[in-house]
């Protein structure tokens, strides 16, 4: 039976399909947006699991919880990771106790890291998982890890190498950056759901996720790239919106710009989307043998997520 053609999608009648690459606060954001616009069958998004890490004896996947909380609408939104109206019981008790409470896990989300911890000590892997949680949490677009084997973003520091929340969470991103390892990223293959969204796409969206811990690791695990690229800056006016992405370029010894973030991914752009604030750097973004797309990226609202999106999306139909 012939579908009716979606009118409104009248420039492309063939279904498109997209993947997303996202990371942390940022990234889920455009990711949410996205999946206002897209349907399921569009949509795909694959997620950074470097941040992933052992804690109180439970597996947690920050970046995982971030993109499905805030697609399902639980996410707090002062904070952006962890649930909405929480709770913090468990972790102050366990505090009490003389335990670590320096990773704030509140009282819904730990059921969240107790629930995938069991799972996974039942032999479910980590895709698996997350597809039952999406289904509870009434998501019903596909959210992928980037890859069912544990991968590991550690920081190499002044201080001597360090685990990424220990650098990111407990050390509040003081130390200064050397460099970048992605422990076990060499024997960690994409989920079979990611190599299949990938061969199908007609683009890959990277979102505005920090390049450096939440796109590399992507980038390293899923190896070979060969569709259009289209990377949304997560700096704007040489600053991030939030967490240590400009403070990483600085220690790194590059200036942080979107530039240096266009030039940062050049061997896989396409396209790149910079905020108003940084259109003086559009030319020397074209240089790169880059298109460019100008707009307003800053993403507070779900209306802000969609409308740039939108944007996002009519410029991949215009490449
Ligand atoms: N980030 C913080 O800065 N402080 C926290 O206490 C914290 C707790 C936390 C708990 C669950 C979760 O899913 C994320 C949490 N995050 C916290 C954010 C997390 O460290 C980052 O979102 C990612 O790892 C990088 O984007």
């Known amino acids: 039976m012939m579908t009716q053609p979606n009118l409104h999608r009248a420039s492309s009648l063939v279904n498109r399909h997209i993947v997303a690459f996202a990371g942390g606060v940022g990234g889920a954001k455009l990711a949410q947006g996205l999946a206002h616009i897209l349907s399921p069958d ?115 520091t002044d201080e001597g190498e360090l685990a990424f929340q220990e650098y990111f969470v407990h050390r509040h991103c003081e130390p200064i950056v050397k460099g970048f390892r992605f422990d076990g990223v060499e024997g960690a293959e994409p989920t079979p759901g990611a190599k299949e969204a990938l061969d199908k796409a007609d683009a890959i969206i990277v979102c505005p996720s920090n390049p450096w811990v939440s796109v590399d690791p992507i980038l390293k695990v899923i190896r070979k790239i060969d569709k259009p690229v289209v990377a949304v800056s997560p700096i704007i006016g040489g600053k991030t919106v939030k967490g240590p992405a400009a403070k990483m370029f600085n220690e790194l010894g590059i200036e942080p710009s979107a530039l240096a973030v266009a030039e940062h991914y050049r061997n896989i752009l396409t396209g790149f989307v910079l905020d108003n604030a940084d259109s003086y750097l559009e030319d020397d973004v074209k240089k790169l043998d880059v298109q460019t797309l100008v707009t307003d990226t800053l993403m507070n609202h779900l209306t802000d997520r969609t409308r740039l999106a939108k944007d996002v999306l009519h410029f991949i139909g215009s490449l």
């Open 42 to 156: 569009e949509l795909t998004i694959i997620v950074n699991t470097g941040d992933d890490f052992e804690h109180l004896g439970l597996y947690i996947c920050p970046d995982l919880d971030t993109v499905c909380y805030t697609l399902a609408g639980l996410a707090n939104p002062e904070t952006g990771w962890g649930r909405m109206n929480e709770t913090w019981n468990t972790i102050e008790n366990v505090e009490g106790l003389g335990g670590p409470a320096w990773f704030r896990l509140g009282d819904q989300d730990i059921a969240t890291h107790l629930e995938r911890t069991r799972r996974l000590r039942e032999g479910q892997s980590l895709s698996q998982i997350t597809k039952d949680f999406c289904s509870s949490w009434g998501i019903q677009h596909t959210i992928l890890p980037m890859s069912d084997k544990p991968v590991r973003t550690m920081v190499d």
